[in-house]
């Protein structure tokens, strides 16, 4: 069924509704129905979601490549059969020679300790401090700090990255 517009009326354009609502000035004012909201600025995780990356900084102000894995150490080395993407040397005493694995995958961060002397200690964006165990991949958020041996590295935004370290 082809609906047709009344003689003198265009076939197209905003319905009846529209029209009558753009004619009235008072369509726009609040009436007792509207209600004003505060819009808080976006927290980090909503921010790690609108970027869709995390940045990691070592404190001497190195990046660990995004999309990777990285082994960080004295003197780092891969399994036999183990793929990672880069090797980190962290010239630190208290780090041992493979200390730990970082993975880094779009908005998320990913840490393991690898049965290291020292350990690996997560701090969380909260300051609540945890110990890692040996072998457990955990996840990093935003704003944590990982600390091993007497070095730290920082999961940031992008934008907090230049900030860093």
Do not use: C
Not at 9 to 37: C, F, I, K, M, N
Not at 72 to 97: I, N, Y
Not at 99 to 116: E, N
């Amino acid at each position: 069924r082809v609906r047709t517009a009344p003689a003198g009326q265009a076939a197209y354009g905003p319905p009846p509704q529209a029209q009558a609502a753009a004619a009235d000035p008072s369509w726009d004012e609040p009436d007792e129905h509207t209600r004003l909201v505060q819009v808080a600025p976006p927290d980090d995780a909503m921010r790690v979601q609108l970027l869709g990356r995390v940045v990691v900084v070592l404190d001497d102000g190195r990046h660990l490549p995004g999309e990777a894995t990285t082994l960080l150490g004295r003197a780092p080395e891969a399994r036999p059969g183990e793929h990672v993407d880069a090797l980190l040397t962290v010239p630190d005493p208290a780090v041992s020679k493979t200390h730990l694995g970082m993975r880094v995958a779009g908005a998320f961060a990913w840490i393991t300790d690898r049965a290291s002397t020292n350990g690996t200690t997560l701090v969380g964006p909260d300051g609540r401090e945890r110990k890692l165990e040996a072998w457990v991949e955990t996840t990093v958020t935003v704003g944590s700090e990982v600390r091993f041996g007497g070095s730290t590295l920082r999961v940031l935004l992008p934008e907090d990255s230049s900030q860093g370290a």
